[in-house]
């Protein structure tokens, strides 16, 4: 705070009295704290010698600012002087601290307010229900809907002593928080320009599309569901559920959880389903390792380690130069690369690749299903089956549905050029071993190994007959020497 400068007038008066040399006899002013206040005394029986006139010039030669509130307080002590026989001491005046302004502020929108690190959003209460799996941990806001309002900040009220002296007050800072990227200020109120989520750190408040979570999605966090790219510094917990309209990251492992992207998908740990886990990307997909896990990679899949027990649709190339795919059932439209095929046990892993062999599977699919279709009345008019059929209700609508999802694909696979063969890409290459169990689904042909054969190796198909088999030699070799082949019925 700052002091105004004594009046010309001279400077102020010390805090003594003004009256007679005998205080105490006589009526006295005097000012105190510094100009905090100012004090009237009046003795006893003193009031018959003075009027309003001479109190008010003694509050004036101690420079007492004299206003209509201390006129009205040095009256009333003088009535109450000369209306009883004892002395009288009354304030007469005080100062009036300064105000100091506000600063700056923003006054968030219900659920906007960005919640400190490590606690949780817009949870409920401990006593109602709680979805602990959609739990919300981060803001996400919408284009176009205010998160907050910004308030200015104030002057503050100067404040004044006894004197009149001016004691200045220290006026608000602008708020300390800074809108930054995807916010903007329309009529005071903080609206985002565009869907992400409300970030805010060092005091710069701003909307990302992307969300980055530095541990687990876990119950801290919730399920995600994100228009944007998420980065997951952790990794994804059981049951969680990951949704992102661009790319998903993910530094750790995944449990049994569903994810789903609508760009590039990187895990360089893995992801353990245990047959509940399920990976829907909308672009490539990179991956440490995929164990029972079901879903669909629209671009190219890459897995380090091993692909075992998924049951996956691969829109572009299958890439496992290192890995190994046991188990499962795996169609890729594109190209094979793999380390190791299978295993020497035999366990069964079946391997559909091309457009063609793609396109026979979804027509015997389509065709299984219209015959379960056309079945179903002839079960219903059979008496003893009748009360099974009832046990299961929407028999039909789960047919038509899976139908319809064929016709989709097969209408979806006519409309892509045919992958062209050249010797850089055959349809499968072996690094290592190729073992029998494992049956292979090329064009229009079906073939399974009766014996192991090691790599590198290439599976290439030929015009007008079966595939055939290219060692490290470079010679071909036909497969119906190491494998039982039968051409699919394509009517």
Known sequence: MTREPPTPDGPPAPDAPAG??????????????????????????????????????LARAVQVAVDDAVLAALRSALDEALATPADIDRVIAEASPPVDGRDGWLEWERGCEPCPAGS??????????????????????????????????????????????????????????????????????????????????????????????????DFSTGNVDFDGTVTVGAGVRDRFRVTTSEALVISGPVESARLECGGNFSAPVGMAGRDHGELHVGGDAEVGYLNFVRGEIAGTLRVEKELVNCRLHVGGDLLADNATILGGDCQ???????????????????????????RLRLERLARRLEAQLAALPEQAADRPRVRRHRSRPGKRDQINT?????????????????????????????????????????????????????????????DGGPPVLRGASGVTTPLADVARIRRRDDG
């Open 120 to 217: 949780m959003c817009n949870v409920p209460d401990a006593q109602m229900r709680v979805d602990h799996y959609n739990r919300i941990a981060y803001i996400r806001v919408t284009g176009g809907e205010p998160v907050a309002t910004l308030h200015p900040p104030t002057a503050g009220e100067d404040g004044r002593d006894v004197r009149g002296r001016v004691e200045r007050a220290t006026p608000g800072r602008p708020c300390a928080i800074q809108l930054g990227a995807g916010l903007g200020l329309k009529g005071g109120r903080v609206v985002p320009e565009l869907d992400g989520v409300l970030e805010l750190a060092n005091n710069r408040l701003s909307v990302s599309r992307h969300f980055d979570v530095p541990g687990w999605i």
């Open 402 to 462: 899976r139908l319809a999802w064929c016709r989709t694909e097969m209408e979806r696979l006519a409309a892509l050029p045919p992958p062209v063969e050249t010797p850089d890409r055959p349809p499968l290459r072996v690094v290592r071993a190729l073992h029998p169990g494992v049956r292979i689904l090329l064009g229009e042909y079906d073939l399974e190994l009766d014996r192991t054969q090691t790599g590198p190796l290439e599976i290439l198909e030929r």
């Open 332 to 358: 890729v439209i594109g190209m094979v690369n793999v380390a190791t095929l299978g295993n020497a046990r035999g366990r069964k892993t079946t391997l559909v690749i091309g457009l063609t062999a793609e």
């Open 20 to 57: 007679p040399d005998t205080p105490g006899a006589e009526p006295a002013v005097t000012v105190e704290g510094e100009g905090a206040l100012a004090r009237l005394r009046l003795p006893a029986g003193s009031a018959v010698d003075v009027d309003l006139d001479t109190l008010t010039e």
